[in-house]
């Protein structure tokens, strides 16, 4: 099956600080991108909707100079949190998928720790 | 507004018997459907899928039934054994072209040796 991979795994960092997040799509061109966040305990929240080569559709409540999404290429996705809080710290999960194909393939995911 | 539900947080069943997890949703318009498995700190896993079109598909020891009359999804394990242990959720994506999927608020398993 299609495989998707995110750097790094965990991140700690300090509050203020901007972390960027990786995904990439290892064996398949992805024209969407997808961002999630979930809480412990709890479902998977859609942050953005990203396309490559435009700019990325948020959802609403997500702030976009917050979370910035950047998708380059049809195999590379970047979330960066910029000014990082403690209420940011979640687990960010990516997942692509491939043009006419409902199927999405997620990756492992991130967890950001916010000191 | 969109909606998916599922009616039991978590399900413990003794090892060897058939688990059913059930989904509901509420947007009459979804056309393709998903289970996931998700174990701790890790990605969700697709299990099995299934379009609006179909009303049983089977897996590896997975089934996934869909009513639309009562707008009712569910997954059957059969056998379940420890490694099937996890959270799962479903997902849908309706028709109107948004491509993203819309997730229910899971169900953790607990198999019982």
């Known amino acids: 099956g299609a495989v998707v991979s995110q750097h790094p795994s965990r991140v700690i960092c300090k509050s203020g600080t901007s972390v960027k997040i990786e995904c990439r799509s290892l064996d398949f061109q992805a024209t969407t991108m997808f961002w999630y966040r979930q809480f412990p305990k709890k479902s998977l929240m859609l942050m953005a909707t990203?396309?490559?080569?435009?700019?990325?559709?948020?959802e609403q409540g997500v702030e976009k100079d917050k979370f910035l999404i950047n998708h380059a290429s049809l195999t590379l996705s970047t979330l960066t949190v910029t000014s990082a809080h403690p209420e940011d710290s979640s687990f960010y999960i990516c997942s692509a998928r491939q043009e006419d194909y409902n199927e999405q393939f997620f990756g492992p995911g991130t967890r950001l720790t916010v000191l | 507004g969109e909606s998916v539900g599922l009616h039991l947080p978590t399900l413990s069943v003794q090892e060897g018997d058939n688990s059913i997890i059930n989904c509901a949703y509420s947007n009459s318009a979804s056309d393709y459907f998903i289970w996931y498995k998700q174990e701790s700190g890790k990605g969700p896993q697709f299990i099995i899928d299934i379009r609006s079109n179909m009303d049983k598909r089977q897996g590896q020891r997975v089934t996934v039934l869909l009513n639309k009359t009562v707008k009712h999804l569910s997954l059957q394990i059969a056998a379940t054994q420890p490694g099937d242990s996890a959270v799962y959720f479903c997902?849908?994506?309706?028709?109107?072209?948004?491509?993203?999927?819309?997730f229910g608020s899971g169900t953790r398993l607990q198999v019982q040796p």
């Open positions: 997902a849908e994506k309706g028709y109107t072209g948004r491509r993203a999927l819309t």
């Open positions: 990203s396309n490559e080569g435009s700019k990325a559709t948020y």
